[in-house]
C-alpha cells in the first residue's frame, strides 16, 4: 500500500517519469526487503511454538501414567 502511495505521489510530481513501469519493480523489491527482514525472526518464533508444544505433549502424557501408574 506504500508502495502505491509513493509511486501515485511520484507520478503527480513528476509526470514525465513513467511510474507505472516502476510500479512492479519497487513491490517486488519491497516484497523481497520485508521477507529478507522476516527471515531473522522466523526461527525464534518456531523455536518459541515447538517449545510449548513439547512441554504440553510431556504433561498430556505425564497425566495417564500418574493416573494409572
Known amino acids: ?3 502505491e502511495l509513493s509511486v501515485a505521489l ?3 510530481l513528476s509526470p514525465q517519469l ?3 513501469s516502476l510500479t512492479v ?3 517486488t523489491l519491497t516484497g523481497f526487503a520485508l521477507l ?3 527471515l531473522a525472526l522466523w526461527p525464534r518464533f518456531i523455536e ?12 498430556l502424557i505425564a497425566v495417564p501414567a ?3 501408574g
Open 1 to 3: 500500500m506504500l508502495v
Open 36 to 38: 529478507t527482514g522476516s
Open 66 to 68: 500418574r493416573l494409572g
Open 18 to 20: 513513467p511510474v507505472m
Open 25 to 27: 519493480p519497487m513491490k
Open 48 to 59: 518459541a511454538r515447538f517449545s510449548g508444544l513439547l512441554d504440553l505433549a510431556e504433561r
Open 10 to 12: 511520484l507520478g503527480k
